[in-house]
């Protein structure tokens, strides 16, 4: 067993040595993700609201601007104009001056006035996904809300919905992406930081003076990996200090166990660290091949859309991507106060993953001596 | 002087990487004590052999021993008696020289008073007590490579092996390198050196010459200067003193009966026919032409062109 890590001691040494030797590169590694939390987290809202819309009205009634009364009422749309003619609408939309237009007809009071059903055509700018659903959902709101104030008698709607969000009362976006965002600075940090020491190793010519040294492939790993996780991990304390602190996102579980549990987050990134440095012969290419983990870590996580919607082959690689695991552990212990016993599955795959990807760095190690 | 004997004893090398054969049939043994030296062109195997004698690369076929332990076995243990200096140094750059030692010290398990004692013995040796806290990027070549020296045999490994040691440094500091290699030398450790200079290489006790993967000769220097490839029967070597070598040069070389000629300084060196030697010294009367001993770059540049010759 001791062999098997022959030579961990003096590498980890060393490799403090060179971290304290080089105060900007420190500084930068610790700063970047901060600012980024900064950038990200106050970027961020995925709650649409005041969506700019333009209104046509040729009905000029009390009843159609009862109806615009009730669009602008919603802090969903915000009205950005009125026009007159439906170039002048279809203008205001193709410019990106408006996302929704409303087209109240000329007819639309006679008809509500006639008991017929009236309608009004609103149009929604698709190029925006997320904006299009909540703006055809709120518009139906609406409209539902003014047909019912025109039924006699009928003061409140006959059933009423009364949703009740847990975990995050508030639905801020802020609560539901930084704890994500942090997975995603952490591993990009890592992965950087580990790969290009081994890799400067390599152009250096030192790597080939340690593989004649008795240092064991696992030794000269794990001795790597100590100082740079350590750093990874005060990032993370640093980190989950400004959420909790400056974006004041609550945690409602124990930071105890959230920083346990996210331990095999650490040594999973570490190790895929460990092996981009085994393919890079030069730290462009180890950048190259660090930043080509950021974007599946984003997209494909559930960092930003479900994993739950998504097609079963993505879905299928969502499973092979750390982040997801470790979004799960960050959200369930931050935002819903999860224990041990409901996100254990998470630290074993996350375990298993990181042991792994060591194992195969330390292979292609040792069969590397032709390199 | 049997194989038993040989501190490092190479037997039919044949080291493959696909296709391509870097290192094909080569044999050879070399005793305690020796320092040897093994010259070819870049890229012709000499930093795959010692690779392959460290157990970095495997072999494809043939068999070697280092102080009796077989390099495909015992490629650990190998480890811990054998020091290697690459032309990259291994150093580094950010670390001070106390850094480097003591990070290779504790990299070959030496710890504690050890350690101490064996790091003094090699600043003693080394003469770069001076320059113990100062980074290795603030040294200059010359003192790098000694302290790349000192790194290599922080083990007291009884083989060394050094991979173009002075390649770009310059000729003081190569020289009193080289005073350190024949003090460790007669202090019994073997060397195996490889070099591109010619006067590295005539300081070495027995030279081998590779080329294109072929080890092509063996030997002392004056075994080299009596094999017959290098001395193709029925030439001599010649030195012509002229005034106008560049000039001479161009005609010697269309000349009938020429065979090699290049510039060493004012004078000419040329391989000649023998039979042609009198109608040589008859076109140019007024020339100083005696026949000399090959040297050892003659020896190589003649050993390399019979081989070109016999590929083609």
């Known amino acids: ?371 | 002087m049997s194989a038993a004997s040989a501190v490092i004893h190479a037997e039919n090398l044949k080291i493959q990487f696909g296709d391509f054969v870097a290192v094909d049939d080569v044999s050879f043994e070399i005793q305690k004590g020796e320092l040897f030296g093994f010259l070819g062109p870049n890229g012709s195997g000499k930093t795959t052999i010692i690779r392959a004698l460290c157990g970095l690369i495997p072999l494809t076929s043939g068999s070697a021993t280092i102080l009796g332990m077989d390099v495909r076995q015992h490629a650990k243990d190998i480890k811990r008696h054998v020091g290697y200096m690459s032309q990259k140094f291994g150093l580094y750059e950010d670390l001070t020289v106390a850094e480097n030692l003591n990070f290779y010290a504790a990299a070959y398990g030496l710890t504690g008073q050890p350690a101490k004692a064996r790091i003094e013995e090699l600043l003693e040796l080394t003469g770069l007590r001076p320059y113990l806290n100062r980074r290795v990027s603030q040294l200059s070549g010359g003192w790098k490579q000694r302290l790349a020296l000192a790194c290599a045999i922080i083990h007291s490994p009884e083989v060394v092996f050094l991979d173009e040691p002075t390649a770009g440094i310059d000729p003081v500091a190569r020289r009193s390198l080289w005073d350190l290699f024949f003090q460790l030398s007669g202090q019994g450790v073997t060397f195996f050196v490889t070099t591109h200079y010619m006067d590295e290489a005539e300081r070495c006790g027995r030279l081998g010459y590779i080329y294109m993967s072929k080890l092509i000769a063996l030997g002392t220097i004056g075994d080299l200067q009596k094999l017959p490839d290098a001395n193709p029967a029925g030439t001599s070597r010649l030195e012509i003193a002229t005034l106008d070598a560049s000039k001479l040069l161009v005609e010697l070389r269309k000349a009938k009966g020429v065979r090699e000629a290049t510039i060493f300084g004012r004078e000419i060196h040329a391989l000649v026919e023998t039979d042609a030697i009198e109608a040589l010294k008859a076109q140019y009367p007024q020339l100083t032409i005696r026949t000399i001993d090959a040297s050892l770059e003659d020896i190589f540049v003649t050993l390399t062109y019979a081989i070109m010759a016999e590929t083609k």
């Open chain 1, 1 to 371: 067993m001791k062999n098997l890590f022959y030579g961990m001691q003096p590498v980890c040494r060393k490799e403090f040595t060179h971290i304290v030797r080089d105060p900007t590169t420190l500084f930068f590694a610790l700063l970047i993700p901060l600012i980024q939390l900064f950038l990200f987290g106050f970027a961020v809202d995925t709650n649409v609201r005041q969506i700019p819309t333009v209104i046509y009205d040729e009905s000029q009634t009390q009843e159609s601007r009862s109806l615009v009364q009730s669009f602008a009422a919603s802090d969903v749309f915000r009205i950005a104009s009125a026009v007159q003619s439906p170039d002048a609408m279809y203008d205001t939309m193709r410019s990106g001056k408006a996302r929704v237009a409303v087209r109240i007809p000329f007819d639309y009071a006679r008809n509500l006035q006639l008991g017929k059903t009236a309608s009004v055509l609103v149009l929604v700018d698709g190029s925006d996904s997320s904006i299009a659903g909540i703006a055809v959902d709120a518009s139906t709101g609406v409209a539902l809300e003014q047909s019912l104030m025109r039924v006699p008698g009928m003061m409140s709607p006959a059933i009423e919905v009364r949703p009740s969000v847990l975990y995050n009362p508030s639905t801020r976006s802020a609560n539901f992406f930084i704890p994500g965002l942090i997975a995603v600075l952490l591993q990009i940090m890592i992965i950087l930081l580990i790969a290009l020491s081994l890799v400067r190793e390599k152009e250096r010519g030192t790597l080939e003076q340690l593989k004649m040294t008795p240092i064991a492939p696992l030794g000269l790993m794990v001795g790597k990996m100590i100082p740079y996780g350590a750093l990874g991990f005060g990032e993370l304390c640093m980190i989950l200090t400004a959420m909790r602190f400056i974006f004041r996102v609550p945690i409602h579980g124990s930071v105890i166990l959230l920083l346990m549990m996210l331990l095999p987050f650490l040594l999973t990134v570490l190790g895929i660290g460990l092996v981009i440095s085994t393919k890079a012969q030069t730290q462009a290419a180890a950048f190259q091949l660090a930043m080509g983990t950021v974007l599946p870590s984003v997209f494909l996580s559930g960092y930003i859309f479900l994993t739950a919607t998504m097609p079963v082959f993505f879905r299928g690689i969502s499973y092979l991507i750390p982040v997801t695991y470790a979004i799960q552990i960050l959200r369930g212990i931050i935002l819903r106060g999860a224990t041990f016993a409901d996100l254990w599955v998470n630290v074993a795959v996350l375990t298993v993953m990181g042991c792994a990807a060591i194992l195969l760095a330390a292979r292609a190690f040792v069969k590397q001596g032709a390199g």
